[in-house]
T-cell receptor, first 115, second 114 residues
Framework: AQSVAQPEDQVNVAEGNPLTVKCTYSVSGNPYLFWYVQYPNRGLQFLLKYITGDNLVKGSYGFEAEFNKSQTSFHLKKPSALVSDSALYFCAVRDVGGGSYIPTFGRGTSLIVHP | KAGVTQTPRYLIKTRGQQVTLSCSPI?????VSWYQQTPGQGLQFLFE???????NKGNFPGRFSGRQFSNSRSEMNVSTLELGDSALYLC?????????????FGPGTRLLVL
């Protein structure tokens, strides 16, 4: 069965500093990996995805993520955090070829950027 | 393009009642998925429809059902509501290129069951 882990419930970072939100996954086939952001009382917004190709994926709002197959990780990064980046971040995976295409989401990481 | 719209945005029901939620996808999108979001369980997949056919189904009881119409609009129905059904129900649409396509989420319907 596929699974996604976001080991940190909350990440605190000062504005201007780099940020990392961690995600590890487990699939039996090949992963399609996604990052979404959710602002209060809003639906999820797509940030970026890894399907195939270059392991470094660039997305919206200056975010990027690196697919690491050996470590089964897909950490979200940004070189310089903004206060407006404060939100709830979700990592998701689809197990392609593993028999189930149902997307599985992590439990979310609350990112707090301090001024 | 207009985004994904969901109606109603807020709903209060009592135990035992049934509820129907509606989702209009982005124009041209033929895939619609539904999710339940709760503080305790997080985001859980309910079902996915593509061209009026249910393509995938999550691990929810039969009280949860859905359908998709020929114009790609989708509805989900929950019968015999329980207190634990209180949640934010999110709908997402994607274009018909396969599972790698980005899902675009609506603002959600917040259901409170009393």
């Amino acid at each position: 069965a596929q699974s996604v882990a976001q080991p940190e419930d909350q990440v605190n970072v000062a504005e201007g500093n780099p940020l990392t939100v961690k995600c590890t996954y487990s699939v039996s086939g090949n992963p399609y990996l996604f990052w979404y952001v959710q602002y209060p009382n809003r639906g999820l917004q797509f940030l970026l995805k890894y399907i195939t190709g270059d392991n470094l994926v660039k997305g919206s709002y200056g975010f990027e993520a690196e697919f690491n197959k050996s470590q089964t990780s897909f950490h979200l990064k940004k070189p310089s955090a903004l206060v407006s980046d404060s939100a709830l971040y979700f990592c998701a995976v689809r197990d392609v070829g593993g028999g189930s295409y149902i997307p599985t989401f992590g439990r979310g990481t609350s990112l707090i950027v301090h001024p | 393009k207009a985004g994904v719209t969901q109606t109603p945005r807020y709903l209060i029901k009592t135990r035992g009642q049934q509820v129907t939620l509606s989702c209009s996808p982005i124009s041209g999108h033929r895939s619609v998925s539904w999710y339940q979001q709760t503080p305790g369980q997080g985001l859980q997949f309910l079902f996915e429809y593509f061209s009026e056919t249910q393509r995938n189904k999550g691990n929810f009881p039969g009280r949860f059902s859905g359908r998709q119409f020929s114009n790609s609009r989708s509805e989900m129905n929950v019968s015999t509501l329980e207190l634990g059904d209180s949640a934010l129900y999110l709908c997402a649409s994607s274009s018909p290129q396969g599972y790698q396509e980005t899902q675009y989420f609506g603002p959600g319907t917040r259901l409170l069951v009393l």
